[in-house]
């Protein structure tokens, strides 16, 4: 499957559930990024090649990936990966339904619409992805 392709039907997916995504491609390498429910439920990236050491994006799809699942963070969760096949796609999409179904028992729908509110406040505007990124809703 091409970076593309899933990316598109992952953003179906996802919107199809009510998660918002905001949307950023690179424009100096091949990958795109997938902002869930404007950061609450982290970002995922997408690309043919192992990302920048320094950023820690919590769902990273690589094409071809054949490594360790779940990797250390420097944070309290640890960064998951995953390959472009439909098997791997599934996965992702049930542990990000999963983080989801956690934060809403744990917020409540009201608390859960107003951290998603506070976020997207927040940082509307400011340098990098939230200012370059597509908000698809």
Not at 22 to 43: E, F, P, Q, V
Not at 98 to 105: M, R, V
Request: with cysteine.
């Amino acid at each position: 499957m091409k970076i593309n392709k899933a990316a598109r039907t992952l953003i179906n997916f996802f919107q199809s559930r009510g998660i918002k995504i905001m949307r950023y491609d690179s424009y100096s390498t091949n990958s795109i990024y997938l902002k869930l429910d404007y950061g609450l439920l982290y970002s995922i990236r997408i690309s043919d090649h192992q990302g920048k050491q320094h950023l820690n994006y919590r769902f990273n799809v690589i094409k071809k990936y054949r490594g360790p699942r779940y990797v250390a963070s420097k944070y309290d969760w640890k960064r998951e990966f995953y390959d472009l096949s439909p098997d791997d796609l599934n996965d992702l999409c049930i542990s990000i339904l999963q983080l989801k179904k956690q934060l809403l028992l744990e917020f409540g729908l009201y608390g859960y619409q107003n951290a998603m509110d506070y976020r997207k406040h927040k940082n509307s505007g400011t340098k990098g992805f939230w200012k370059q990124a597509k908000d698809l809703g």
